[in-house]
């Protein structure tokens, strides 16, 4: 063998062992997995606010107004309705027009206008249902969101003093206006005048 060949033959296991070592180091470097300080591993759970804590928010999205009626400006409610007449009637005996009249609505069965052709959704929301004040502030307040799939395409009243003026002008419209949610003062008092009666009666 000539040193030609030789060295031919060198060379290919000269390369052949540096192929190889490179491969190694480079397999080293990618699949390096290092040793944690702690034995184990580690799993991750969503936090189930254990103390008490959450993100969700609570309560309604909108204030009540039951508080509010008995001092709402009846004035600012007629002017507030106005944005309604594209839509709706507000006289007595008056017709339907895009929505149903509005005449009377206070406690009125939901769905009840005669003649009048009411989405599927809120025929089936208000199964039973009358338009009371939480009703009518709810709804009020952002049609869309209060009852899904509604035709209302009004956008919402969003300042509650607003709604309260709005809805306490609906109730005058009426020849017997629905008598104000009491207030808190006046449901104390009736709850401690009957403690006190049930307290006599049960002396004597």
Known sequence: MDSFEFNKIAMAILGTVFLVMSLTFLSDGI????IPATPGYLVEAEDDHSDGASDAPTGPAYEPIDALLASADLAAGQKAAKKCLACHVFEDGGKN???PALYDIVNRPMGAADGFSYSAALKAYGDGKTWTFDELN????NPKKYLKGTAMGF???KKTEARAALVAYLRSLSANPVPLPA???ETASEAEAETDSETTSESN
């Open 31 to 34: 699949f390096h997995s290092s």
């Open 97 to 99: 027009k895009v929505g």
């Open 138 to 141: 709810g709804f009020l307040w």
């Open 155 to 157: 956008a919402g009243v």
């Open 183 to 185: 207030s808190e003062s």
